[in-house]
């Protein structure tokens, strides 16, 4: 049997009954370590179960996926996933590998924080489409999750925003990185363009065009003001706002066709 057991939020005590007795049974016992972490280290979990655990990489889980699964219809072999095993899709590409493959599998379910949430006080059944928000480099800057979520609060729906661990695409090979919440907020702050207006029809009328982050510390004078939060912008706007903005003021929008910005 191959089974797909959760791990909960992140206390070594967080296992459920079942799985721990899965767990010290199994020939082999694989630590799925890369789509979450737990607050505690592998030595800990080890000790709380009293077997040794077999560290699953990306690289392993989705290119070496038959390893995994070597043996597994003979013996029983598990895959501990931090939180739930399906919170991620990568863990059912593994539950049809082993079908394909004639094993049998078992899913032993647990606490996370698509659940756990709640706790906020926010009602989960008004939750949209959950987010990830990974780190930037300098040449890599993904926006798709700006967009998730403003598809949310359209729907007047909330939003979950997952914080990526590390860097995305690429091998890293250097201690692993935990996103802030401050972090994915300046991430946010870059990419929501917005106008800033003053003393709109006054000799002195000031307007200015640029990011949210932008928009938090400049100053246009004395009252009154208003500002608005850009939609979809045709190019004939993109270059009016760009008699607003700095040169670099308007680098996060993006073209969605011919005729389309967006920020």
Known sequence: MFYLIGLGLGDVKDITVKGLEVIRRCTRVYLEAYTSVLTVGKEALEEFYGRELLLADRDMVEQAADEILKGADVSDVAFLVVGDPFGATTHSDLVLRAVNAG??????????ILNA???????????????????????????????????????GMHTL???CATAQGRKIYEPPRFMTVAQAAEQLLEITVCVGLARVGNDNQAIRAGSLREMASSDLGGPLHSMLITGHLHPLEVDMLKLFSDPEGLNSLKMTDSSTYTS
């Open 103 to 112: 094993i049998q599998y078992r899913v032993i379910h647990n606490a996370s």
């Open 117 to 155: 949430v709640g706790c906020c006080g926010l009602q989960l059944y008004n939750f949209g489409e959950t987010v990830s928000i990974v780190f930037w480099t300098d040449s890599w800057k993904p926006e798709s999750f700006y967009d998730k979520i403003k598809r949310n609060r359209e729907m």
């Open 161 to 163: 925003c997952l914080l």
